[in-house]
T-cell receptor, first 115, second 113 residues
Framework: KAGVTQTPRYLIKTRGQQVTLSCSPISGHRSVSWYQQTPGQGLQFLFEYFSETQRNKGNFPGRFSGRQFSNSRSEMNVSTLELGDSALYLC??????????????FGAGSRLTVL | DQQVKQNSPSLSVQEGRISILNCDYTNSMFDYFLWYKKYPAEGPTFLISISSIKDKNEDGRFTVFLNKSAKHLSLHIVPSQPGDSAVYFCAASAYPSYDKVIFGPGTSLSVIP
């Protein structure tokens, strides 16, 4: 099975621009989650989608948005970029393990640098 | 507010010894806990999970202990190997939003040969 694929892997933008990141989950996985990783902050939850519907949302401003398509692929968008948006953006699809825990399988991430 | 805390940013251990990574949480509604490992330039990978009805779960060299009364869990790695050097994240989720997994800030483990 192919893993979670994120594109692009690296990108550089300037303040005020917008960016769109793409994620293809593992085939058959219908839930896709997005996280932002910055040094010292760990992984901050952005949002989670299931069957094209946003089910969960983290504490990020409205500049951060996402969507999911009928084939479970997902995109996230950040508008009006700020320097503080520089981070690694991780996408994950999930399954339930034998204990019932929701186990995330992550992609390699998209490294965004805002200048 | 940080619901999942990992108070040690880094830890160094000799090869062959035990590594103990700690995690504290504030939300008493959490009922699933997970540990992930992350190498540079890669996404985190799942290691082991535990549900709140258990106090211990083992998988090979990895054991997770859960103390619900103290809202504390720990990951033990025995014996530690140089390839275990990575950042370890503790994570948790609560009913009904099991798909909203909350992560701690991570602990960087260095296993010294």
């Amino acid at each position: 099975k192919a893993g979670v694929t994120q594109t692009p892997r690296y990108l550089i933008k300037t303040r005020g621009q917008q960016v769109t990141l793409s994620c293809s989950p593992i085939s058959g996985h219908r839930s896709v989650s997005w996280y932002q990783q910055t040094p010292g902050q760990g992984l901050q939850f952005l949002f989670e989608y299931f069957s094209e519907t946003q089910r969960n949302k983290g504490n990020f401003p409205g500049r951060f948005s996402g969507r999911q398509f009928s084939n479970s692929r997902s995109e996230m968008n950040v508008s009006t970029l700020e320097l503080g948006d520089s981070a690694l953006y991780l996408c994950a699809s999930s399954f339930r393990d034998e204990s019932g825990a929701n186990v995330l399988t992550f992609g390699a991430g998209s490294r965004l640098t805002v200048l | 507010d940080q619901q999942v805390k990992q108070n040690s940013p880094s830890l160094s251990v000799q090869e062959g010894r035990i590594s103990i990574l700690n995690c504290d949480y504030t939300n008493s509604m959490f009922d699933y806990f997970l540990w992930y490992k992350k190498y540079p330039a890669e996404g985190p990978t799942f290691l082991i999970s535990i549900s709140s009805i258990k106090d211990k779960n083992e998988d090979g060299r990895f054991t997770v202990f859960l103390n619900k009364s103290a809202k504390h869990l720990s990951l033990h790695i025995v014996p530690s190997q140089p390839g275990d050097s990575a950042v370890y994240f503790c994570a948790a989720s609560a009913y009904p939003s099991y798909d909203k997994v909350i992560f701690g800030p991570g602990t960087s483990l260095s296993v010294i040969p």
